[in-house]
């Protein structure tokens, strides 16, 4: 059974939440890929001090690939990017601020891998994108999460809204215990807000300018009514298809 791990995180959530989350996955799985990708600031200069400590502390485990964007990206540029960077075909996004339990001697990976074996190729866990799962396959069949969401906030309902539009059903959802989704606020102060930690950018593009509210027809998915989309996707990394079928000629 093979998948990685790709975890978005940013300066501010370093010490309460980072740590002990990879603290918890690397005592449960020592040898699980963890792709890390690291938020640079919206209107601020790198913390400098923080990547020292995050390194240092990322050193201190196996298997830990972080990438630093020294400027603020947009969750889809991170969520792609990880997926990109991942060694395996299956990957498991989450979030910073998760926090995993043990009962009885088990843990959340313990039932997410049960379930894994038999599970679609992309679903969400416990009805929520701050921890999922997608296959490349699958991403680049849908198109990539749209980068042009310059911000945080809508780039899973326009996701879930293309995979319907693509396969004609909608994400499945697996119901996985031993996590919990702290839902923090703790955000960058570097960008606009919309509702709680969204961007009001995001918010404004989908609904003003990728989709179109309509009454009759279209399709809802996450969004708060049913909608056309009116501005057609770019192909976002056109070469990846290229690269996992030839990169075993190299």
């Keep these: 059974m093979k998948y990685s791990i790709v975890i978005t995180t940013f300066d501010k959530r370093f010490e309460s939440d980072l740590i002990p989350l990879v603290n918890s996955i690397k005592a449960l799985r020592p040898k699980i890929e963890v792709i890390m990708m690291v938020n640079g600031p ?16 990322l050193a201190g485990h196996h298997d830990v690939y972080p990438t630093i964007f020294p400027t603020f990206q947009s969750l889809a540029k991170l969520w792609n990017r990880g997926i990109l960077t991942s060694s395996n075909e299956r990957v498991l996004i989450l979030n910073d601020d998760l926090k ?9 990976f313990d039932k997410f891998e049960f379930a894994f074996m038999s599970a679609p190729e992309t679903f969400t866990i416990n009805g929520s994108f701050s921890h999922f799962v997608v296959s490349k396959k699958e991403v680049m069949e849908v198109g ?12 899973d309902g326009d996701f879930f809204w293309r995979y319907h539009e693509k396969f004609n059903r909608e994400i499945s959802n697996l119901e996985i ?15 606009v807000k919309g509702i709680r930690t ?26 708060d009514k049913r909608v056309k989309k009116i501005l057609p996707d770019e192909t976002q990394y056109p070469y990846e298809k290229f690269y996992l079928e030839n990169k075993d000629r190299l």
């Design 42 to 57: 919206g209107r601020a200069n790198f913390d400098q001090e923080y990547r020292s400590k995050l390194l240092s502390f």
């Design 100 to 108: 995993i339990h043990l009962e009885d001697g088990k843990s959340f």
């Design 144 to 155: 990539f999460f749209d980068e042009r969401l310059l911000g945080l906030g809508e780039e």
């Design 177 to 191: 215990g031993l996590i919990d989704n702290i839902h923090s606020d703790v955000t960058d102060d570097g960008y």
């Design 198 to 223: 969204a961007s009001k950018f995001n918010r404004e593009f989908i609904k003003k300018q990728k989709y179109k509210d309509i009454l009759f027809g279209g399709y809802k998915g996450m969004f």
